[in-house]
């Protein structure tokens, strides 16, 4: 219970503050564009089976690949790609504080 709701809530409430923090004159913009950034689990897809409770995303799936998160990484330096970035990083946080409760 403790694991999906810290999950979830960096998965969510991340986004949410930052874009409060970071963004308050576009502060919605940029939450639309970090919460899409959980697109990158389509990646599950390609799993066999697609969901495993046991497993570990980080290097697993494509998208969630170290090579995956230095591009952004990288993502975050860039001005025009930085809150996709950002968000893409918060997604991953939440999927490494994930495996580390698992």
């Known amino acids: ?21 970071c963004f308050k004159k576009h502060w ?10 959980m697109l990158i689990d389509l ?8 969901f495993d409770p046991n497993r570990c995303s980080i290097n697993f799936h494509p998208l969630h690949s170290y090579y ?6 990288l993502l975050t330096f860039i001005k025009k790609t930085r809150i996709l970035g950002i968000g893409c990083v918060i ?8 495996c580390l409760m698992m």
Do not use: E
Not at 43 to 50: E, S, V
Not at 91 to 98: C, E, F, N, Q, R
């Open 68 to 73: 995956a998160i230095g591009v952004y990484i």
């Open 43 to 50: 990646d599950h897809l390609l799993a066999t089976p697609m």
């Open 91 to 98: 997604h991953i946080i939440a999927d490494a504080a994930d």
């Open 28 to 37: 919605k913009f940029a939450l639309i564009i970090m919460l899409s950034t």
């Open 1 to 21: 219970m403790l694991q999906t709701f810290v999950h979830y809530g960096i998965h969510f409430i991340g986004p949410l503050i930052v874009a409060l923090l």
